[in-house]
């Protein structure tokens, strides 16, 4: 690695020529840094460059491997560090100014680092690898060692710094987390240690951390279990267990984008969300720094604010509003406070104080900023913004803003140079920015933006002009005469699609443009023809490239498109001509659409053997191309006579290999003799275009960025441009080569240039009378063309990108007025061709509106005509056509819809069959109910599954255990009865057998359930007392599955003779309504008769036929099935019309017998007699024949109707008799359903104890596999700890080892030391004794410590301090120096010898290096003690851990077993037997225990007989009491009655005699005298109240002349209180500010509060134990004078 200009990769011998880069420019947006107080550096491509923003100098640095990767600078030194990018990278580190290489470090990382970071002091760089290793590596780069390295898998880090305060840490985040790492040393190892910063939860508040493994048990519920962590229900066992954590519990935390450390080691922090957070460096938590906004919510400027925001001028006019939670992307620390920047592209001081912070502005910018750095001295700020550019300032100054690079909105699309290519070039970037360069020293001098996506670039060689193509279509002229202020001159819309390809021919008259979608313009060059668009050709497919070639000798420029179409997968070569001609009359070679006609252009084509990716054609007709699927370059020959219409596929007549792999693409210099390949490698071989030889080969950029992008020769060739997708623009001269070989490019140069002068020289002109390009069409056109520019959006790290909603909203924009050159050609040949036939066409159209006339006319005598005559509509259509069209549509929609439907339908067949094959099919019992006759009673069956042949051979091998079992103990209870009892009596036997069935009831009252009632057999079932194992468990559900399938099956054979019973019911009910239906209609009574049915729960599988009935719409029918109809309605009707032919038999019957054969009595009774005829005449006309008749007709006329009335009376009866035969029966029925109902809640009650059986089962199968889960998980964790225990005892033994081997050395040096200083006068005996004590005084003499300066105004905020192995060699240094100044010989005493003084400095000598040495080694081992500490520290803490593990196993161990010994167990108890507190929904069964009846009703017998003693007792002492208190309640009477009389004795004794007593004794009338005193005492009543009046009213004058005195004071006061306020806003202001500086008084103020309130509270405390000690004295006393007042029931027992 070497400096670019001066040193480069050594060329190959075989390479007979060279380049060296002569510059480069751009900027990858990616980290950079100052090297020196004035330089700053960043990586570009295979390069670093260097820029000095004072002189602007620069220089550069490049990697000889290929891309710089990870890059750090440290301004504080000097250096920098960066590493390549190719597998096993190696990192570099550098000195500036010299670019001398200082190391070069070869770590463990296979693919690449992705940062480095140097320590502020000292000689560390830290480095963090990417895949796969993500592993942090510290290296002491002075010594180029590797100190220690540690990986965190999948861990992606994109931010490093160590803390400027200590080497020992580091700060590492991501995008989700943050790591602070310490480097702990002993001696010369060194060690890692993480620990994650914990972030604030994404709303703000504090994410509490808890960790899911250890979690207390709760083993107070005893009928759940212990709560056990999640991961023990969730069944995780290894390290998975560890760190699972449920999705409802993950809080997701903030986004870190930035941090910076303090001086005090704290973190300040930023995040995506805005918050302003602080780290605490003993806590490692963050914490929410709120901003402390202004009054006016105003943003505060600091005097040196500066804007270089084109928007600023109104918001510093007006004032701008404060900014909140920006999203804070930079910050660097200065002493005055923060610096920080974010998303709203504005740099702020940052004042922080405690929790809050206050802002001031000191930058704006246009774009987001996402860094800021200082420079050494930190009198200089660094601004990066997300686009790239860079700005230096001073914040603290007034100076300008410098402008270090003004970088592209996206990457470099194309470079070229400025004709004639000598002085500028100018490259344009995917943004539509154009920069301007100077190619002496590569300065930007101009630039210029179009505000639209970019896609193809060219200069002219006829004009200083720059053509540039956009993705919609347009072509821009950029006017260069003048390289400072460049503008557009003119824009040609050719077409909506993308410009792909701008290409000028040599001859500089066209200019060739390719879209993308295969269509090629010629415009014309001359800015003199305002670039006229000559024509255009259209492409049968994709364009890969184009090129052109210039023939001096026919004046025409031949042009070679090459193609690929896919599907013959070789390449195709169109290749036509530019005569002159179609610039001269360009009419005669266009049609009227614009299209060049072909024998203008001689368009001819030829096929490829390959496909190629590039091609170049020379003079010679030779044509080179490169091959895309292998990476070879072929050279054709094109013969000179061939037909236009052959296409022969041509041959290779030379391939040589490439040594470049990816796509690539070929160019030839100016004057034909170089051929130039670049390709995806970032390589560019320069061959001979005769033979193909490599002249020189340049790695100008990397593979790793796709290589090389664009490539320009100069006129001369002196000069190439070279643009990659990195993002850097290189320029490369020839720094050797034959002189023969640049003097040929010279000349071509120079002679193509002396033919274009003339052009340039009078296109120049013209260019600067050219006005700005303005547009025309208004707001309109301006909004939909420069409106792209907002909707694109620049991103950190890469170039250039559109959003999804943008494109669609470029797409679905309001179209500009503006028409394409196509369309205006097309449009223009439309007019032509309606001019020229106006006529023609208006003659068509009279004839149209004619023939609509006569059709109409047609129509309306249609309407008229009779129906058999009319024509149907359609026969009046003359477009057959379009009616057929139209019905085969409709037949199409029609077949679709009705597909749609028949889909439709089949899904819900098989839907249906799914279903019914589930839910009916499936089912051995089909369920359905039963409903009562008369009662709202409905009662189910249970629907039933068959049972699969392996549940039941499981259940049979369950059954077959339990009969094995039950038969071996039933064996061993009769051996040990055999062995135990030789012979019983017979009674004993019998006592015994009723032994037994005690204990089989009592084993059937703890069976917990009622199931053998129910047609179960329980004997098979575990008792529930001894299932313990997990088998028993699972054989004990089967079981009971098996019970309650039994339970099931005895239900539903109940059921379904109910069932069938009903049917039966049904069926009688009909036969009885039968004949109730004939009765009544023999009555002729209208009467509702009851019908019996069956409902739909009752028959379900009606539900799955469909009636025809149920079906409202009109059956579809096939044209087959109508058919089918039609035949079968014509049969019916044949066969009805030949039974109706002959009826003779019918006819008879109906004449003799009314139709009948057999009379029945009924219709006898309904016959009338008739009356005899001569009933119509005069009664006493009749005679006596006719009156004996006429009675004879009464009597039969009185007997048919007695006999009509004994037969209604019959029906009536019979009737009731059927109506109560059906009310009783169908009752009966009503009370049997009742009776199945009951049976079918009990049967439900007994399955609901069984599953609940089942449930408490499975249960404790879970909890016992959970408890297992957590005891294999804690035994898991409890394995890693030993070995963790292991490795931390090994490192303590190691430590520990290190220190007391290096405390023995640094003994044995400390002994020698002071052996050195016992043995100084041994070592000079020859020297006299006063010589000796004054040489002894100068051995212990030593020089004053060298002391550094500390600076306390330095801008700093770390302060000025070197490193403190720089520190030490320092004081070292300068102890020496005094040691020499002493050493000199005017030091030596008088008289002494020269060869002792100089013996006396070498052993001073000594024991100063011996002093130093123990003092560093002193240092050492107190280093390596402290690690020893943290190393113990670490044992210890993990011995804790697995004391915690054993407590916590040995608590599951016991919990495990205890729940396994304590069965849950279902009981069944009468009401009454369980005597707990109901206060609870689910009892408490934690202290309840199982005692037998007997006992507990013995011991209520024995509490009922000594309760009635203790009542008889209390009774008896009750009344015995009461004449007690009787007698004293009546002593008490007479005792006050004798004190009443007493006290009225006693006043009448001393009563006193007054004067009013003697005057009513004495005065005769007391009345009248008593009527005068009280005139006399109303008169001087009036006269005091005279007085008073008089008084009131003065007292009122004095009142009213006070409350004007008052009116006044309250003026007055009112002008004090405001005084007042004013001086307590200016003292409460003084007492902030005396409050906020002398914080200490403030602690102290509270300390001394805090400790008042302890006091008080402890005082509070002690009162209300006095108090409290108080109350239970006093009712303890209570208690005892209620006992003594009151008797209390109380057990005797007691006493």
């Known amino acids: 690695m070497e400096a670019a200009k001066g040193s480069r990769r050594p060329a190959s011998p075989m390479h007979r020529a060279e380049l060296e880069v002569r510059w480069v420019q751009g900027f990858t947006n990616r980290k950079l840094g ?85 320590s502020h002091t000292g000689s560390y760089l830290a480095s963090y690898s990417s895949v796969p290793e993500f592993s942090l590596s510290i290296w002491d780069w002075s010594k180029k060692t590797l100190l220690c390295s540690q990986s965190q898998p999948g861990v992606d880090v994109t931010a490093m710094s160590f803390n400027p305060m200590s080497w020992h840490q580091l700060c590492l985040h991501s995008g989700t987390s943050a790591t602070l790492w310490n480097i702990e040393r002993s001696d010369k190892e060194h060690f890692l240690k993480s620990r994650p910063i914990t972030l604030l939860a994404q709303d703000g508040s504090t994410v509490h951390e808890q960790s899911n493994f250890f979690s207390s048990l709760n083993t107070h519920d005893s009928y759940f279990g212990p709560l056990l962590p999640v991961p023990a229900v969730a069944g995780l066992v290894e390290d998975e267990a560890e760190t699972f954590k449920p999705k409802d519990d993950t809080q997701p935390t903030v986004h870190p984008t930035v941090h910076c450390w303090t001086p005090t080691s704290d973190l300040y922090m930023g995040c995506e969300e805005g918050y302003f957070l602080k780290v605490g460096a003993d806590t490692f938590k963050a914490s929410t720094v709120h901003q402390k906004l202004s009054p006016d919510a105003k943003a505060k400027l600091r005097a040196t604010f500066r804007s270089v925001s084109g928007s600023t001028g109104k918001s510093q006019e007006f004032g701008r509003q404060e900014s909140q939670n920006v999203v804070l992307f930079a910050m660097a620390l200065h002493k005055d406070g923060l610096y920080a920047a974010g998303n709203d592209g504005v740099v702020r001081c940052y004042q922080v104080k405690g929790t809050q912070f206050q802002t001031e502005d000191c930058l704006e910018v246009e774009q987001p900023i996402t860094n800021l750095i200082f420079s050494p001295d930190y009198t200089s700020l660094l601004v990066e913004t997300e686009k790239g550019s860079l700005y230096v300032f001073n914040p603290n100054d007034n100076e300008d803003v410098i402008q270090l690079l003004d970088a592209s909105e996206g990457q470099f699309l194309g470079v070229d140079f400025i004709v004639p290519g000598s002085e500028h070039c100018v490259s344009v970037a995917e943004s539509g920015e154009m920069h301007v360069w100077r190619i002496e020293d590569g300065a930007c001098i101009s630039k210029v933006a179009l505000h639209t996506m970019a896609t193809a670039m060219a200069c002219s060689l006829s004009s200083h002009c720059v053509a540039v193509g956009t993705k919609r279509g347009y072509v821009f002229f950029i006017d260069v005469t003048d390289v400072k202020l460049p503008k557009v001159v003119h824009r040609v819309l050719l077409t909506e699609n993308c410009v792909q390809f701008l290409h000028y021919e040599q001859s500089g008259q066209f200019l060739i443009t390719g879209t993308s979608d295969g269509y090629i313009f010629i415009l014309n060059a001359l800015p003199s023809t305002t670039f006229q668009v000559l024509g255009y050709i259209v492409l049968s497919h994709k364009i890969i490239e184009l090129t052109s070639l210039y023939d001096v000798e026919k004046e025409a420029s031949e042009v070679i498109v090459l193609l690929c179409p896919p599907d013959i997968k070789r390449a195709r070569l169109e290749v036509f001509s530019l005569p002159r001609k179609i610039v001269l009359d360009n009419e005669e070679c266009i049609n009227e659409r614009g299209l060049l006609k072909d024998h203008a252009i001689r368009k001819r084509s030829y096929d490829l053997e390959f496909p190629l990716s590039s091609v170049v054609r020379r003079k010679d007709t030779s044509v080179y191309g490169y091959a895309s699927h292998a990476p070879f370059i072929c050279k054709y020959h094109f013969a000179s006579k061939i037909s236009w219409k052959d296409s022969p596929i041509m041959k290779s007549d030379k391939r040589i290999p490439s040594k470049q792999f990816g796509r690539a693409f070929l160019r030839l210099s100016p004057h034909g003799k170089w051929l130039v390949s670049v390709a995806e490698s970032g390589v560019l071989i320069i061959h001979d275009a005769v033979s193909l030889d490599t002249l020189a080969l340049e790695h100008c950029h990397s593979y790793h960025e796709h290589g090389i992008r664009s490539l320009a020769f100069s006129l001369d060739g002196q000069f190439i441009l070279v643009s990659g997708f990195d993002g850097a623009v290189v320029l490369l001269k020839w720094k050797r080569i034959g002189e023969r070989k640049l003097k040929d490019a010279v000349d071509f140069g120079n002679y193509l240039l002396t033919n274009l002068n003339n052009y340039i020289f009078k296109e120049k002109k013209f260019l600067r009378n050219m006005p700005e390009w303005a547009r025309i069409s208004g707001k309109s056109l301006e909004s939909a063309l420069f409106r792209s520019d907002s909707q694109i959006k620049f991103k950190k790290g890469s170039a250039i990108e559109i959003e999804e909603e943008d494109e669609y909203f470029l797409l679905t924009q309001e179209k500009s007025s503006e028409q394409t050159w196509v369309d205006q050609k097309a449009e223009k040949a439309i007019k032509e061709e309606t001019a020229k036939f106006a006529d023609k066409r208006k003659e068509v159209k009279q004839g149209i509106k004619k023939l609509r006339k006569k059709i109409q006319e047609m129509m309306f005598e249609n309407a008229k005509v009779p129906k058999i005559e009319k024509l149907d509509q359609q026969e009046f259509n003359l477009d057959m056509e379009e009616q057929e069209r139209q019905q085969i549509e409709s037949e199409k929609e029609v077949a679709r819809v009705r597909k749609d439907i028949e889909m439709e339908n089949l899904a819900n067949a098989y839907l249906r069959a799914i279903i019914k094959e589930d839910c009916w099919d499936a089912m051995s019992v089909k369920g359905r109910s039963v409903r009562s006759f008369h009662l709202p009673c409905e009662v189910q069956n249970y629907p039933m599954k068959q049972r699969s042949p392996e549940e039941l051979a499981f259940l049979e091998r369950i059954l077959h255990m339990k009969k094995i079992e039950k038969a071996d103990r039933k064996l061993r209870r009769d051996i040990v009865d055999f062995e135990s009892h030789v012979q019983v009596t017979k009674e004993e036997g019998e006592k015994a057998e009723e032994g037994e069935k005690r204990d089989e009831e009592a084993v059937h009252a703890l069976e917990g359930s009622l199931s053998s009632r129910f047609g179960a057999d329980t004997s098979v079932l575990y008792p529930q007392m001894e299932m313990h194992t997990r088998e028993e468990k699972i054989n004990q559900i089967i079981l009971l599955r098996d019970v309650i399938y039994n339970v099931k099956t005895a239900f539903n054979t109940d059921f379904d003779s109910v069932a069938r019973m009903k049917e039966l019911e049904i069926a009688r009910v009909k036969e009885r309504n039968v004949r109730i239906s004939e009765i009544l209609n023999q009555l002729n009574i209208q009467e509702e008769i009851w019908e019996a049915t069956f409902t739909d729960n009752e028959k379900p599988d009606r539900d799955l036929k469909v009636l025809d009935s149920e079906i409202k719409t009109e059956k579809y029918l096939t044209p087959l099935q109508k058919a089918k109809e039609k035949i079968m309605a014509r049969i019916n009707h044949k066969r009805r019309l030949a039974a109706q032919g002959d009826r003779a038999r019918e006819r008879g019957l109906m004449d003799m017998m009314n139709g009948v054969l057999e009379v029945k009595k009924e219709d006898i009774l309904k016959m009338e007699i008739p009356p005899p005829p001569f009933v119509a005449k005069p009664e006493g006309l009749w005679s006596e024949d006719e009156k004996k008749m006429y009675k004879e007709y009464e009597k039969k006329v009185k007997e048919l109707n007695e006999e009509r009335e004994k ?206 040495q123990i003092k560093q080694k002193a240092l050492t081992l107190a280093e390596m003690q402290t690690f020893l500490q943290k190393r113990i520290e670490d044992d210890e803490k993990v011995r804790k851990d697995i004391e915690q593990i054993f407590n916590e196993l040995n608590l599951l161990r016991e919990l495990k077993m205890n729940y396994q010994l304590n069965l849950m167990i279902q009981f069944l108890f009468k009401q009454g037997q369980v005597e707990l507190d109901g206060s609870n929904l689910i009892p408490n069964y934690t202290d309840a225990i199982l005692i037998n009846r007997s006992i507990i009703e013995e011991l209520n017998s024995t509490i009922r007989a000594q309760g009635e003693r203790k009542v008889a007792s209390m009774v008896e002492s009750k009344d015995f009491r009461k004449g007690i208190f009787q007698l004293e309640w009546e002593h008490k009477r007479i005792q006050m009655q004798i004190d009443d009389l007493n006290q009225k004795a006693r006043d009448i004794q001393k009563l006193n005699v007054t004067k009013d007593h003697q005057l009513f004794l004495r005065v005769q009338n007391y009345d009248s005298r008593m009527n005068r005193e009280v005139s006399v005492m109303e008169a001087t009543l009036t006269f005091i109240d005279k007085v008073h009046k008089k008084n009131v009213q003065h007292r009122e004058k004095l009142i009213m002349e006070l409350e004007k005195q008052i009116d006044q004071k309250k003026v007055a006061n009112q002008k004090i209180s405001k005084e007042i306020r004013e001086m307590l806003v200016s003292v409460s202001e003084r007492r902030h500010i005396y409050e906020c500086s002398d914080s200490e008084l403030l602690k102290q103020k509270i300390h001394k509060e805090h400790y008042e309130d302890i006091l008080q509270r402890q005082q509070l405390v002690d009162l209300a134990k006095a108090q409290a000690q108080e109350l239970s004295i006093l009712q303890a006393e209570v208690e005892r004078l209620r006992m003594r007042t009151f008797p209390a029931f109380f057990d005797v027992q007691e006493y």
């Open 1207 to 1412: 037969h209604r009376k019959i029906l009536e009866t019979e009737l009731r008799k059927l109506q109560s035969s059906v009310q009783e029966t169908t009752q009966t029925f009503d009370e049997i359903m009742n009776r199945l109902f009951e049976k079918k809640v009990k049967s439900e009650m007994v399955i609901y104890q069984e599953e609940l059986k089942i449930t408490n089962l499975l249960y404790s199968l879970l909890l016992h596999e959970e408890l297992s889960t957590r005891e294999a998980g804690l035994s898991h964790y409890l394995e890693k700890k030993r070995k963790e225990k292991s490795s931390t005892n090994d490192a303590v033994k190691a430590a520990r080892a290190q220190v007391d081997s290096y405390r023995e050395s640094y003994d044995i040096l400390v002994a020698e030391d002071k052996l050195m200083e016992r043995g100084f006068k041994k070592e000079f005996p020859d020297v006299p004794i006063h010589h000796i004590d004054q040489l002894f005084k100068l051995y212990k003499r030593r020089p004053r410590a060298h002391k550094t300066k500390v600076v306390h105004d330095t801008p700093n905020p770390y302060g000025d301090r070197p490193g403190s192995v720089k520190a030490f060699q320092d004081a070292y240094a300068h102890l020496m120096k005094a040691i020499d100044e002493m050493d000199e010989l005017e030091n030596k005493p008088e008289g002494l010898d020269h060869n002792i003084w100089e013996r006396f400095c070498v052993s001073r000598r000594a024991k100063v290096e011996s002093e130093q």
């Open 34 to 118: 100052f090297v020196n107080n004035k330089t700053i550096c960043y990586p570009c491509g295979n390069y670093v460059i260097f820029i000095n923003f004072e002189t602007k100098e620069r220089s550069l640095l490049r990697c000889q491997s290929g891309s710089v990767g990870a890059f750090a600078v440290n301004g504080n030194q000097g250096i920098i560090a960066f590493s390549d990018r190719q597998l096993k990278p190696t990192i570099y580190v550098y000195t500036f100014p010299g670019l001398t290489k200082q190391a070069k470090l070869k770590g463990q990382a296979s693919l690449d680092y992705s940062l480095l970071a140097f």
